[in-house]
């Protein structure tokens, strides 16, 4: 083969196997080692994270301070101020671990510890400040007395005079550490039939209501949450399969819900929002269940957005559209009664009749700002979000956001929210986020040095052979018209003789041309072709 000839084809064949191995070989092998260290098996390093995060989340809560309590018990629209953030750092941890090899789950109990950090908390603020805000317990009792027990509202309305000392409104002024977390009172030492018959419901019905002294209670919000066990919370491993990494299988012993009057809804869809499986596609979107809001929701593709050299992409998540989107019908608190856009009802999940939301109404409907004075939505400060690498399925900043409102109106059985007007009323909002950082987030990004030194590798080998291909081309075209003595052993080669034949048949052409020559040369002379006419021969003419 000559010499150009082979410099093509080596090119080529290099060409053809670099672009095997450095697009299709080396991206597969990284993630199967991926999938491998990120599978929840035992003596995994992501197992350990998973159950351990090593580090806390960013837990912040705002408080929407009302600022003429007295004026909207008289029908005036809320005027309402946000204070804060305060800053917890959120610690998360699952116990009770067990491990299910036939189902490939792994089965936990959650455990949250909430540690205030007043380095993170706003400028100004502190756990000692005191809010009006409505209050939980009075406007959740009347509320649900409303709705479900129209007739007991007289008899609430008493208790609520003799269990909160005949209060003014419906509104708590409060240090925030105790509406927190330490607690505020409520007093059950009370000898009034009404007064007994309630505080006895509350027992029974409020969670987090603790006994401090003899029918003296406390009530928080997030108490009953810190350093307490969850729910039971069961979970894919993804060893058998990565695409199943996470997924939930059973949430508080259930394998489904049973709240919605839809299957599909009842259904648990996605992950519990603690781990993702690889490989995920941006029209797949990225789906959690939240025991929180006890329903599946779904964060949407929305752009590419790198974060810190990582190719990752942008997503938003918000709690749907229940009046016109089918799939959101199921979460309507009646068949017949829907709530507005961007809103969804708390009291089956929660027992509290809770109305949830974006932060400030964002993303839900218009005519819900009109009945508040202070509420300015911002997407980029209250939007669910995540920014998310989807090959490795790596969320690496992410943020939950949701607002608790109660919805007032006018009742004239209990006298403090006899003339308050008809408004979807903002009670506070919080937010859990997380940035992946420190050696979690160099892990994350090592992968990414190689597959992008893998790409540099592999163009500076295609360019060099190109460059072989370039060069061969030269060659040939630099030879084509010059003619190529072709070496008798070639020849022979071709020709399939062997080298003692060719020597042999050599050898006797040689004696046989040097006979034939000596002969030629004596018959010459005596040839009559060579006398010429003078009886001479040609020899001297020749």
């Known amino acids: 083969m000559q010499f150009w000839l082979r410099i093509f084809w080596i090119s080529v064949l290099i060409h053809g196997l670099t672009i095997l191995w450095t697009v299709f070989i080396v991206p597969k092998i990284i993630l199967m080692v991926w999938e491998k260290q990120t599978a ?18 960013n837990f912040k809560i705002y408080f929407f301070n009302v600022t003429n309590p007295e004026e909207v018990t008289k029908g005036e629209k809320p005027k309402v101020q946000e204070v804060g953030p305060y800053a917890y750092d959120e610690w998360v941890s699952k116990v009770d671990v067990v491990d299910d090899n036939a189902e490939d789950t792994l089965a936990y109990s959650p455990l949250n510890k909430f540690v205030y950090n007043e380095n993170k908390t706003g400028k100004g603020f502190s756990q000692d400040d005191i809010v009006t805000v409505l209050h939980p317990v009075i406007v959740g009792a009347v509320i649900s007395a409303s709705e479900s027990s129209p007739a007991l509202l007289p008899i609430l309305a008493k208790a609520i ?28 030492s009370v000898s009034d039939f009404a007064g007994k018959a309630v505080c006895s419901q509350l027992k029974t019905q409020l969670p987090g209501l603790t006994e401090i002294e003899k029918n003296i209670f406390k009530f928080s919000l997030l108490g009953p949450r810190n350093d307490t066990l969850g729910p039971r919370t069961k979970v894919k491993r993804g060893i058998r399969n990565s695409k199943e990494l996470g997924s939930l299988v059973e949430f508080d012993g259930k394998k489904q819900l049973d709240m ?46 790198p974060f810190k050299g990582l190719p990752t992409d942008y997503y938003e998540g918000d709690l749907g559209d229940q009046q016109n989107d089918p ?75 949701i607002q608790f409102n109660f919805q007032i109106k006018p009742n004239p059985k209990v006298a403090v929210m006899n003339n308050v007007p008809e408004v979807l009323h903002p009670f506070l909002w919080l937010e859990e986020s997380v940035e992946l950082e420190g050696a979690l987030l160099k892990k994350v990004q090592m992968v990414f040095i190689l597959k992008k ?32 003595i072709t070496p008798i052993h070639m020849i022979n080669k071709i020709m399939g003789n062997n080298e003692d034949e060719v020597k ?19 018959s010459r002379y005596n040839n009559p072709a060579f006398i010429n006419d003078n009886g001479l021969t040609n020899r001297t003419k020749f």
């Open 40 to 57: 929840l098996r035992k003596r995994n390093e992501m197992r350990s994270i998973y159950l351990q995060i090593p580090f806390p989340l």
């Open 161 to 188: 005079k003799s269990i909160f000392r005949d209060p003014e409104s419906m509104y708590l002024t409060d240090k925030v550490r105790n509406i927190l977390f330490d607690g505020m009172v409520v007093n059950c």
């Open 260 to 305: 919605y009057d839809s299957k599909e809804c009842n259904k648990f869809h996605g992950t519990d929002g603690w781990i993702f499986p690889p490989g995920l596609d941006t029209d797949e979107g990225i789906w959690t269940f939240s025991g929180d809001l006890c329903r599946n929701v779904k964060a949407k593709f929305v752009e590419p957005m």
């Open 327 to 401: 799939d959101e019908k199921c979460y309507c608190p009646t068949p017949k009664t829907c709530l507005k856009t961007g809103l969804y009802d708390l009291s089956k999940c929660m027992g509290v009749p809770i109305i949830a939301s974006l932060p400030h109404f964002l993303k839900a409907d218009e005519s819900l700002l009109e009945g508040v004075e202070g509420v300015h939505p911002n997407n980029s400060a209250h939007v669910i979000s995540i920014i998310f690498e989807r090959t490795l399925g790596t969320p690496v900043k992410a943020a939950k956001r």
């Open 453 to 484: 030194a893998n790409t540099y590798i592999r163009w500076l080998i295609l360019l060099a052979c190109l460059g072989g291909i370039g060069f061969s081309v030269y060659l040939y075209y630099q030879n084509k018209d010059k003619g190529v």
């Open 504 to 522: 042999e048949f050599n050898s006797g052409a040689s004696s046989a041309k040097s006979n034939v020559s000596h002969k030629s040369d004596k």
